[in-house]
C-alpha cells in the first residue's frame, strides 16, 4: 500500500521494486507505474509480492531532522 504519517508517504520516495506475480514472473517496476493512492498501490492491486525496492532519500542537517 502507500503507508505515509508526519506529511510523508512511500510514493514519495519509492524510486522502484522487484516483484514476483502469482505466475512467478519477476518485474521491475518503476514509481511511475505504482498506482499509488490512499492507502493504495498496485502491490495490493495485483496481489505481486515486493522482493526488493530502490528509495530515493534527501540528505538533510540534523538541525532541520530535529525540527521535523
Do not use: C
Not at 502469482?22 to 514509481?31: F, M, N, S
Not at 492507502?39 to 530535529?66: C, P, Q, V, W
Amino acid at each position: 500500500m502507500n503507508a505515509g504519517a508526519y506529511g510523508g508517504q512511500i510514493a514519495d520516495v519509492v524510486e522502484r521494486a522487484t516483484v514476483i506475480t502469482k505466475d512467478g514472473a519477476v518485474l521491475e517496476i518503476p514509481r511511475e507505474e505504482m498506482k499509488f493512492g490512499y492507502r493504495n498501490s498496485l502491490f495490493k492491486m495485483d496481489h505481486y509480492i515486493i522482493l526488493e525496492a530502490e528509495f530515493g532519500l534527501k540528505k538533510e542537517t540534523r538541525k532541520i531532522l530535529r525540527a521535523k
